[in-house]
């Protein structure tokens, strides 16, 4: 069994797009935002996500310090960009617990108290795990006072777990459709149905849609239902933070606009 040590933790990105056409059709799509996506390094050259370190992190009693640690991290990212005059939104994921406690609204305050070059709004904090909520009159208290500091808040997993009882509580800028449903609503005309109510709830809560996973031939159907933002392997795989971010960079001077084949 590998040691918290022996891990080399780092951060890759995906890029979030926003897609546009006539008719449904996708004629264009250019970059819009960018996830962090925490992978581990092992010795053996093989890679670990989140959900396998964090039992590590526990046993270590290191949870906030990583949890604090990457919340640092997204922000001087959004810094970094907001210096180069990219606006480009960078998407931070944060647990329910980290969340519910109120230690995240004091690490993003902290954080942005040091680095003043980052645009409160182009930091999206993503509650993920939406299995693990248990207080959720606790965790629409924290996203209201994050709201306060002037950054965005995202909804994983819309769909999944207990996404759905907070997103009635409302207080989402983003929310982001669950892969499962998404999966599941390119063969099942009853997913379908499911999704249409979701993107209602959304709307009705002023809320922005990302559909995550899906494919290109998908996408037309998507779309008919007012869905612009995607996130998925069909634009992008994720990439190694700042090698891929100028590969990114270097299609366009500002914003990458990518012509759909």
Known sequence: ????????????????????????????????GLEMLYVGELPNGGRVRYPEVEPLLIKANA???F????IHVGVARAAALCRRGIPLQVHVNVTPAHLESGRCVAAVAKALDAHPE????????????????????????????LKKLGVKVALDDLGAGRSLELAMVGGFDIVKI??????????????KMVAKRLLDLAKDHGA??????????????????GVQRFQSYAFSKPLEDDEGLNSLLDLAPSIPLLPMP
């Open 178 to 191: 669950d892969l499962a449903l998404t999966r599941a609503a390119a063969t099942w005309p009853s997913a």
């Open 63 to 65: 949870m906030r310090t």
């Open 208 to 225: 922005a849609v990302i559909v995550e996973g899906v494919e290109r031939e998908h996408l037309s159907w998507w779309m008919w239902q």
């Open 67 to 70: 949890e604090d640690g990457q």
């Open 118 to 145: 980052a645009r409160p709004p182009m930091l999206v904090m993503e509650i993920t795990e939406a299995t693990a909520w248990k207080d959720l009159r606790a965790a629409r208290v924290q996203i209201s006072a």
């Open 1 to 32: 069994m590998v040691s918290l040590k022996q891990i080399r933790h780092h951060n890759q990105i995906q890029p979030i797009v926003r897609v546009v056409g006539g008719d449904a059709r996708a004629e264009y799509a250019w970059v819009e």
